[in-house]
């Protein structure tokens, strides 16, 4: 299963008070882990109704590639951030596309 493609969807909330500096730290993800091997596709939205509310859309070649990501130096030290400035813990889904 480890070659098989995989898709993510994450979601984050930012405290009250804190959606820019999340959005930022979110932001900062993107170009470096587009650069990645592997990723297939990393997008990231935020809600036109609720603003504090991000989501990550992912497609990766493999869940290997997928474990790479969450070890990148980038995102380790993005990381450390989300204490500070999450709501609450994000809501991770990692799944196979079935149709």
């Known amino acids: 299963m480890s070659e098989q493609k995989v898709d993510v ?3 984050l909330n930012a405290k009250p008070g804190c ?3 999340l959005r930022r ?10 650069q990645e091997d592997g990723c297939i ?3 990231l939205f935020v809600d036109l ?8 859309i992912e497609e990766w070649a493999s869940r290997n590639a997928l474990e790479k990501h969450g070890q ?3 995102i380790q030290e993005g990381r450390k951030h989300f ?3 999450l709501g609450d813990p994000a809501w991770v889904q990692v799944a196979v596309r079935i149709l």
Not at 25 to 34: D, H, K, M, N
Request: a negative charge; proline letters at 9%.
């Open 9 to 11: 969807v994450a979601h």
């Open 19 to 21: 959606e820019d500096q």
């Open 25 to 34: 730290v979110l932001e900062s993800f993107v170009g470096p882990t587009r």
């Open 41 to 43: 596709r990393y997008d």
């Open 49 to 56: 109704d609720h603003p504090n509310r991000f989501t990550f």
């Open 72 to 74: 990148s130096a980038h």
């Open 83 to 85: 204490p500070d400035l």
